[in-house]
């Protein structure tokens, strides 16, 4: 059996917190945020919502707006770099709010690539014939891990959930993947509050987001750029043939870089960060729900969908839409 992706559902919360927000906390206006990162909006999470709340609001709208059931679902991934608590794990909440009474459940930790390494098992797990209804999710609160003290990163974070459905089918619409990771960059974006070195550099240990912006931009322009074409070719297309193409948003800049240095058009790109700001593994999700809603993405359409972050690591698919 192959797997093939069947549903797709994503939630945000209500707060909508507009740049001008940030001119109260810290030195900054919204032609910096807008010109620097393309964020004009994020959405942040209420006190008492956290990241399996989110999740859960994913997948009641994949359930609404796909007609399928999730009873047999018999695996949860939940990809987040912040959960509720570190035990018990997001899955496990979700798994049992939903009444998934026989399914397996596991976070796993990818940062930005969160989501694209959900995929990515879930076809393994499907391959392997040990299951056939795979629940993905990548959902964060970045909102509650951001540090208000800093102005190159406070500006970028949103909250938000996306949910996927993977089945197995005869025909399954997953082309190819790629994976990779740097871990010498793990000093460059990090949350921690345990360690005090990484990679021989001291770190904060406050539990909140740090990240030296410049050298995650290089590097993510650098590595996606060179893993774009290998994408393709593992999905037996060449990258012109890709309809869609759905890097994290992390910034509009990044995919701009992309583009420009690819050749691939910047109007096949879809994106969340305008909208929503950076929500670490929930961009890619919300982007391309976006751009179903939005009327672009059609069934039959290539597209190419790539994650990178904090790790630093990345992981990326080629599928053919078929929902
Ligand atoms: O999601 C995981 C992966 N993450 C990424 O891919 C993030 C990649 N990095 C970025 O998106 C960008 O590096 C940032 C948006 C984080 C920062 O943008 P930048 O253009 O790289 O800015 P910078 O850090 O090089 O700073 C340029 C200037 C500095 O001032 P000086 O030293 O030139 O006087 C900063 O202090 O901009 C200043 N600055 C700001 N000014 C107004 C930094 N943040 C702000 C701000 N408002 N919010």
């Known amino acids: 059996m192959q797997a093939k992706i069947t549903a797709l559902g994503t939630y945000v919360p209500e707060r909508i917190i507009d740049n001008h927000y940030f001119e109260n906390i810290v030195e900054t206006n919204d032609e910096w945020i807008v010109s620097r990162t393309g964020i004009r909006t994020r959405h942040f999470a209420a006190e008492y919502e956290y990241t399996s709340h989110l999740c859960l609001g994913a997948a009641k709208n994949l359930v609404e707006e796909n007609n399928v059931m999730l009873d047999d679902v018999d695996f949860v991934i939940v990809a987040t770099v912040t959960p509720d608590q570190t035990m018990p794990s997001v899955s496990t909440q979700v798994q049992d709010k939903l009444g998934l009474r026989h399914a ?6 990818a940062a930005c690539a969160g989501f694209s390494y959900g995929l990515i098992l879930a076809q393994g797990l499907i391959a392997a014939g040990t299951h056939r209804k795979v629940l993905v999710f990548g959902a964060e609160t970045l909102t509650k891990f951001t540090n208000y003290e800093d102005r190159s990163s406070c500006i970028l974070f949103g909250d938000g959930a996306g949910a996927m459905l993977i089945e197995a089918a005869p025909k399954g619409n997953i082309l190819g993947a ?5 871990g010498d960059g793990g000093k460059e974006l990090y949350m921690s509050n345990m360690r005090k070195q990484i990679n021989g550099q001291d770190i904060i240990t406050d539990n909140k987001i740090h990240q030296n ?14 893993q774009m074409p290998i ?15 759905i890097p994290h948003s992390a910034n509009l800049r990044i995919i701009e870089a992309l583009c420009t240095q690819t050749g691939f ?6 994106e969340s960060i305008s909208i929503y700001g950076n929500t670490s593994s929930a961009s890619i999700p919300l982007a391309l729900h976006r751009g179903i809603r939005e009327g672009k993405v059609k069934k039959g359409d ?3 969908l790539i994650g990178f972050g904090g790790g630093l690591v990345y992981a990326g698919i080629g599928l053919e839409w078929a929902v």
């Open 265 to 270: 058009p910047l109007e096949k790109t879809l």
């Open 104 to 109: 397996g459940a596991i976070d796993i930790s």
């Open 302 to 304: 290539k597209i190419m």
């Open 178 to 182: 790629i994976t990779g990771s740097s």
């Open 231 to 245: 994408l393709a070719e593992r999905s037996g297309l060449s990258l012109a043939d890709f309809d869609w193409f």
């Open 213 to 226: 912006g410049r050298a995650v931009f290089k590097w993510a322009v650098n590595t996606i750029t060179a």
